[in-house]
């Protein structure tokens, strides 16, 4: 039987969603200037207000770390957080907000697990991305060494791996092996495309999703999120997961 069944079968009306049912957000980028997201402590500050009048009370901000590219590490990105916290408390910012990381899994990061420390959240759990290209070279010796020393890996926007839309069995595999999926927010309105909507579909189809981030990086993110709409049955879905994000409240 395909695994992609009774998720096509009806016409989807277009509607708005609430997203402060979700309460914390846990993937962001909001550290200004280490990484692709925020680029000035002002846009920091509207993207969170932003983020407080959608209803969100706790964002955990998770600033890119890839070796070869943004060489942030824990002292980088804390002392980024005292300046958002700081900046916060001038401008009456209620929104809690922490501090965890994005990590680019490739050998450098390996290398890492068991040696440096790794920011987490929550039940130590830590999120992680792949490459967008093409499968990631060790990945799963990546996510035995991590789970082998306590980690609770969260693979961020699965529905974003291209080259598994024609075989989403090998993305199934990972909740086989106990790999928590966080879905961005905004690829569930049809951003990314049909084939990545096909994939979402059928993660919250099967209740295979236990995050739901929104991966803010800029003000254009913000805007999508003020007039957030999205298909009648994926909120039908979400309700069938096990969403954990209000758990850290």
Do not use: C
């Not at 277009?14 to 957000?25: A, Y």
């Not at 068991?114 to 920011?119: D, S, V």
């Not at 966080?182 to 951003?191: A, D, E, K, V």
Request: proline fraction near 3%; charge should be negative.
């Amino acid at each position: 039987m395909s695994l992609f069944k009774n998720i096509f079968g009806k016409k989807d009306k277009i509607v708005p969603f609430d997203l402060s049912v979700f309460g914390v957000d846990i993937h962001s980028h909001l550290i200004p200037g280490i990484d692709d997201g925020s680029k000035t402590i002002e846009d920091t500050i509207i993207l969170a207000k932003g983020l407080q009048e959608l209803g969100y009370k706790k964002i955990i901000t998770t600033p890119h770390i890839m070796s070869d590219y943004y060489q942030n590490n824990p002292e980088i990105i804390r002392e980024g957080l005292e300046k958002v916290k700081k900046a916060f408390a001038e401008n009456n910012i209620s929104l809690n907000i922490n501090i965890a990381a994005e990590y680019y899994v490739d050998y450098e990061f390996v290398k890492k697990i068991g040696k440096k420390e790794l920011l987490t959240f929550g039940d130590n759990y830590i999120l992680i991305e792949f490459s967008f290209l093409e499968p990631t070279q060790g990945y799963n010796e990546a996510i035995f060494k991590l789970q082998t020393n306590g980690y609770k890996p969260i693979l961020a926007h699965p529905e974003r791996y291209s080259y598994w839309y024609g075989n989403p069995q090998e993305l199934l595999a990972l909740k086989d092996r106990d790999v928590m999926f966080q879905l961005n927010l905004l690829s569930l309105t049809g951003l990314y495309g049909d084939a990545s909507l096909k994939i979402i579909k059928l993660l919250l189809d099967n209740s295979l999703v236990d995050w739901l981030g929104t991966d803010m990086h800029h003000l254009g993110h913000l805007e999508m999120f003020r007039n957030y709409n999205i298909k009648e049955s994926i909120v039908e879905l979400i309700d069938k997961n096990n969403i954990l994000n209000k758990t850290l409240l």
